[in-house]
């Protein structure tokens, strides 16, 4: 596994809908990339930042923050705490 460093947040994006709440079923063209994630891996946090987000929460990110990296055949983002906008209850 990979563990992250400072306010660092380790991040695996969730698969969009298959079928829109209308039920309508989107093709792979049509779907938008989620800004809603899983927490796999926390960082200890710094001296000005004290973590608030937990493994296995549902969070929704900044849309173009976090770097993208391949591990073990699995894409996972590496995000600051601060390009995390919500928890997801």
Do not use: C
Not at 6 to 31: F, M, Q, Y
Not at 57 to 77: A, H, P, Q
């Amino acid at each position: 596994m990979i563990r992250p460093l400072g306010d660092n947040v380790v991040i695996k994006r969730l698969e969009p809908e298959e079928k829109t709440k209308g039920g309508i079923i989107l093709t792979s063209a049509n779907k938008e990339v989620p800004q809603v994630a899983e927490v796999l891996a926390v960082g200890p946090g710094t001296d000005d930042t004290t973590m608030e987000v937990e493994v296995g929460e549902k969070v929704v990110f900044k849309r173009y923050g976090g770097t993208e990296i391949e591990m073990d055949g699995e894409e996972l983002i590496i995000v600051s705490q601060s390009d995390i906008l919500a928890v997801l209850e």
